[in-house]
């Protein structure tokens, strides 16, 4: 929390059991060891790390495992990742080992009757909005939240066997990640990252990026 906008905080190796939030600082997370003796562990009671209203490539995290977060389902919105949530942020994640992370379940709505669920958590990183560098990482083993409900929950006048889906990605979600609202400068990118042994929700495993978005 002392940390200023433009610092970097090094962190010497070891493993962290805490769910970080970064909001509106741009700083900069860096490990001295590396992933391979550095890890930020979620403890599966949130995502493990958060970072908001932040638009500057010099800030972000690098050098760390990212390991066993789980993201809050709900009903009224768009569940949490597991292991990174993005919000308006535009920054770099370099050298990153994402595993063992499980996406927020979209619920059936309560209370009101019409509503759709929102769209389910992704395992690894979740955007929304945001315009990040991910680089030289691993984003491995994790699995995206469940999003297929029976339309029938929601509008009981239908059949059952016509269903909603809206799964969680299990590696990379990028969602309205609009030309329009992209700031000048900011680009979204995926450079020499693994991606692999990710399991969908009930949808895609690897990389989803609905049509409103550009390519990756």
């Known amino acids: 929390n002392a940390a200023a906008a433009g610092d970097t905080v090094l962190v010497s ?18 490990s001295v060891g590396g992933p391979s003796v ?8 949130g995502a493990v790390v958060q ?8 800030a972000g995290l690098s050098g760390f495992t990212i390991e066993n977060g789980l993201g809050l389902s709900t009903s009224l919105g768009d569940p949490d990742p597991g292991g990174i949530r993005l919000s308006h942020a535009s920054v770099t994640i370099r050298n990153c080992r994402i595993r063992n992370c499980i996406g927020g379940d979209a619920l059936t709505p309560s209370g009101f009757p019409g509503s759709a669920p929102g ?33 029938a929950q929601i509008f ?13 990605t299990g590696g990379i979600h990028a969602r309205r990640v609009f030309f329009s609202a992209q700031p000048l400068g900011f680009e979204l990118s995926l450079k020499r990252c693994l991606i692999g042994g990710n399991s969908g929700g009930d949808g895609a495993g690897g990389v989803f990026t609905p049509q409103e978005q550009g390519g990756v």
């Open 13 to 30: 190796p070891g493993v962290y059991v805490e769910n970080l939030v970064i909001n509106g600082k741009a700083i900069a997370l860096a």
């Open 51 to 58: 970072i908001g209203s932040v638009q500057d490539y010099a």
């Open 38 to 45: 550095t890890t930020i562990d979620g403890g599966m009671v």
């Open 156 to 168: 009981p006048t239908l059949p059952p066997q016509v269903v909603v889906s809206r799964p969680g």
């Open 119 to 151: 769209q389910a958590g992704a395992g690894g990183i979740g955007m929304f909005q945001s315009f990040p560098r991910i680089e030289d990482c691993e984003i491995t083993g994790n699995q995206g939240g469940l999003g297929t409900i029976t339309l």
